[in-house]
């Protein structure tokens, strides 16, 4: 959307799985282009990453290889294509990445309790780190934390921090008090089952103010552990009205995490529309927005803190304190006006 507004004229090229195609998409850019992932047993990974292999299309190929234009790759997984590209030296490549994506499935690896799924993590995390050659096809690497960015510039000559994209335009966190605390994230992923079976289990035992966990798809689990605490309440797949009704009514957001993988947008959608936040450090390690959340260090912190800050009401001075830093970090247009100089300045 920001690059629309500054007059860039985008051909974007999406894979899906089961989502549908999206009428916004044809306002914001001059085409849209469509590919089905290629799931099941033929992307298997044997000797590609199947996050990457499943996005072969060679429709794809094709139109790539019609012109020199400038080409953005948003995620090593859609990287595939970069291989097979013919005309490589003649454009401007760019490569932005997610997260250090071997690290990343490392540690899922390392969270996931069922075998065969911490089997399959570990191996493609053994061709991440192999497929990840590709980006010295590039000709720049946006990374999107710090962290990353350090990694990267051992690897790339042209490596450029550019933080996380995202819809909320405007901080709009509502004063006073709320009546809950609230943790969200997609539940079947490990890392965030991990992060409610903590708060469940460790955390909320001796406190006993209201908690609602919301997400999709809880494993059985985290379904049973929830269940023996009337305090504490589980909202399945709720959509985005209620997801959005949640986060701004929330007194205080929990948001633990055992990962220290860059800014996650479940963090900004919090800071942007929500109240009081409680991370650990992992959450907000060299993301710039430590001074805006309360960073608990262990059990007894978190407990204090959600007792401490469920006193208090969100007062204006704590949300023009929100909206300065956010701005200045996360602007959707300053980012975006920051990749257009792909075109120019950094790559000279």
Known sequence: MALHKLGQKIWLHCFYSDRKE???????CEKVFYYPRKTGLSSLPIFTPYMAYSRRDSDLLT?????????????LHTCYSLFFLKNKKERKIAIRMHNVEWEYYALLAEAEPHFWQKIYYKWECFLLKKF?????????IYTISPNDTLYFSQLHQKVHYLSAAH??????????????????????VAENHQAALFLVEKVYPHIHIPLYIAGANPRKELIKKIAQYPH????????????????????IHILPTFQ???????LLNALYNGRFVIVNPKMVENTGVENICIVCGNVDKFQTAIKKSFLLPFLAADIAQRRQQLDNLFSSAKQSEILTLFNDDILD
């Open 63 to 75: 139109i790539l290889n019609q012109d020199n234009a400038p080409i953005l790759f948003e995620g």
């Open 167 to 188: 819809l909320f335009e405007n901080v709009e966190i509502m004063e006073g008090k709320g009546e809950f605390c609230l943790y969200h994230g997609n539940l079947a």
């Open 22 to 28: 999206a009428n916004i998409l044809e306002t914001l």
């Open 132 to 140: 990840e050659s590709v980006i010295k096809l590039a000709d720049i």
């Open 260 to 266: 220290a993988t860059g800014i996650k947008l479940k």
């Open 232 to 251: 504490i309440q589980l909202v399945e797949n709720p959509n985005e009205a209620q997801m959005s009704r949640l986060i701004k009514e929330a007194h």
